[in-house]
């Protein structure tokens, strides 16, 4: 049987949870979000939707630590992973520079921050002070270059593991955890007869995260449409119309990306005609769309890469589990947009210099960004503070945040499988 054909079952499934947590989240909106019935709706839909993401995170750390040893252990050859590391390193630059590009050329034409005068920025920036506060303080927390450079390689990586998902870790959380693996795999591949009942080791800690994932992604239709009513039920489409150009100028930024620099990229570089590789991968962005999450989306983009996609198993792996984290198309292109929208609500002119200042370290926070939902938001706030763009500002866009992290996190995941059907190859011919 046609593997595509198999898996359209529960992604029809997932895609009507979906409709209908927007559908009913809209309705309850209207209704009012603060009516008792409503209320205490959003709140029985609020706890099933995080009990349905912690079944998908509860797993992630053991996921990744085996599913990218695993990789590297089996790629083997430290030479051939040098070359699958650099593909997929150019085809990541080539595919988050462009879409910071896209997002900074469309905020620079349309302008969507003259539309919001700096006095009603700050009165709105006030509204939220204290998600705000939390989030400045999480910014200037941030560490220097040469640590984050020395943290790569995880001093006590149990320790890092313990911080990776909730962002307590004392070093470089997820980022590390992957040295961590990566180096695992190749000293694995070093002495792979010596390391054989290390491999079943992780074998099975990956059958067993696939396996609890799996129950979780059993419950996928009713949790992330839970997760979306909440959503819209608290939010509506009002918070959109208030701020309607900035989120038109992001919405139109991922629109650009998704239909026409993949097509072109896999137009160029794989074997996949677009229409069908969406197909394909279909399941992966619903999953993605409902969680906002491109960790809690890594198993079904694993498995939607090797089963739909028919891509090679372990160059799969490790392209995927290291994009999870590394490679945020969508986050980037956000990242570059806010900053620049902030600039122009409260009227600071930013010189050429300065705005390719922020296209690098959006390319570069697209890197850091934890895939988790709100990910971005302590990095845009570091981009705006480093060219002196007020970063209290950034609670002018919490309200529409978790709407359009929905889409950013489709981008972040159609990204990573876009580089594993360029690089990975075609894991039907052995
Ligand atoms: N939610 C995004 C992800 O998991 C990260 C972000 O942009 O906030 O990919």
């Known amino acids: 049987m046609n593997a595509t054909a198999h898996r359209s079952g529960p992604s029809r499934r997932l895609f009507i949870g979906l ?148 962002g307590s870790s004392k070093g470089n959380g997820m980022l590390a955890v992957m040295v961590f693996a990566l180096l695992l795999g190749a000293a694995i591949a070093a002495s792979p007869e010596q390391c054989r009942p290390l491999v079943g080791w992780l074998e099975a800690w990956n059958t067993v995260a696939m396996t609890v994932i799996g129950w979780g992604m059993a419950c996928a239709p009713l949790g992330a449409g839970c997760l979306v009513f909440a959503t819209v039920a608290r939010l509506g489409f009002d918070a959109l119309v208030s701020l309607f150009w900035f989120a038109f100028t992001v919405l139109a930024g991922f629109a650009v990306q998704l239909l026409l620099v993949y097509p072109v990229v896999l137009r160029t570089l794989s074997r996949f005609r677009p229409l069908d590789f969406f197909r394909r991968a279909a399941e992966a962005m619903q999953v993605a769309f409902g969680t906002s999450s491109s960790n809690a989306t890594l198993p079904t983009a694993l498995r939607v890469a090797e089963q739909d996609l028919g891509l090679r198993r372990d160059a799969a792996r490790f392209v995927l589990t290291v994009g999870a984290t590394g490679n945020q198309n969508g986050t980037a292109l956000f990242e570059g947009v806010v900053v620049l929208f902030l600039a122009q609500v409260f009227g600071v002119s930013l010189t050429a210099g300065q705005q390719l200042q922020v296209v690098l370290m959006a390319m570069l926070a697209g890197i850091g960004t934890a895939g988790v939902p709100g990910g971005s938001l302590p990095l845009v706030a570091v981009i705006a503070q480093s060219v002196g763009v007020p970063a209290e500002g950034i609670g002018l866009i919490l309200g529409v945040d978790r709407l359009l992290d929905m889409c950013r996190t489709v981008l972040n995941v159609t990204g990573d499988l876009v580089v594993a059907a360029c690089v990975a190859g075609d894991g039907r011919q052995g």
């Open 19 to 166: 409709v209908i947590g927007v559908v009913c989240g809209l309705i309850a909106n209207r209704l009012g979000a603060d009516t008792p019935l409503v209320e205490q709706a959003v709140a029985v839909a609020d706890v099933i939707g995080n009990l349905f993401l912690r079944l998908l995170f509860v797993m992630v750390v053991p996921l990744v630590v085996s599913a990218l040893a695993l990789a590297v252990a089996e790629i083997g050859d430290l030479g051939k992973l040098g070359r699958l590391g650099l593909a997929t390193l150019a085809v990541t630059i080539v595919l988050s520079g462009s879409a910071v590009v896209i997002g900074v050329g469309l905020v620079n034409l349309i302008r969507p921050g003259d539309a919001l005068a700096a006095a009603r920025g700050d009165e709105q920036a006030a509204t939220a002070t204290a998600e705000t506060g939390r989030l400045l303080a999480q910014a200037t927390g941030m560490k220097k270059l040469r640590d984050i450079l020395v943290d790569m390689i995880p001093q006590n990586p149990l320790q890092e593991m313990v911080g990776a998902i909730d």
